[in-house]
């Protein structure tokens, strides 16, 4: 390469809760740099989620679960060999299976039916919680994928 690689930015952690995953999380959600109205849409979320939990979990234990839930262990990748494009399964690094969860329960909350954004995303996050819902499904699809072309996997990179 004949760039060196970008430098992690260091992330602050929240106002409230004091986590780190959080604000990843918030900035994952942020449009047009509306950082307070993203803040106050998670909280809210939370809010929801504590209400309605049956558990003595705490609403930011169950969305943490849920997190961890969503997350996928193995995608496929296009390689090029000899003419040909095949999928090959990998094994994804710690920091792209969060970012990849992250995006999709909020690409999934935001195409929900509930009122509010905060209510989509509690409303998603319960239901990655119990695993069921648009983005377990979204996981479960890349697992069948990477499953399916299990056969090329001596194609690795």
């Known amino acids: 390469m004949r760039k060196s690689r970008a430098k992690k930015r260091i992330l602050l952690p929240d106002p409230k809760f004091g986590d780190k995953l959080v604000t990843r999380f918030v900035n994952t959600m942020m449009i047009s740099g509306k950082k307070n109205l993203a803040f106050k849409i998670f909280y809210d ?23 961890s839930n969503v997350m996928p262990q193995v995608e496929v990748r296009s390689r090029r060999i000899g003419g040909a494009t095949f999928q090959i399964p990998m094994q994804i690094r710690p920091e792209r299976k969060v970012s990849m969860a992250m995006s999709w329960m909020i690409k999934f909350s935001r195409k929900r039916n509930e009122k509010s954004m905060a209510e989509k995303l509690a409303q998603e996050i319960l239901a990655a919680y119990k695993e069921e819902g648009a983005s377990i499904k979204k996981k479960t699809e890349v697992h069948r994928m990477a499953e ?4 090329f996997s001596h194609f690795r990179f």
């Open 45 to 67: 979320a939370i809010e929801i989620v504590d209400k309605n939990k049956s558990e003595e979990d705490t609403g930011l234990d169950i969305w943490k679960k849920a997190l």
């Open 148 to 151: 399916a072309n299990k056969a």
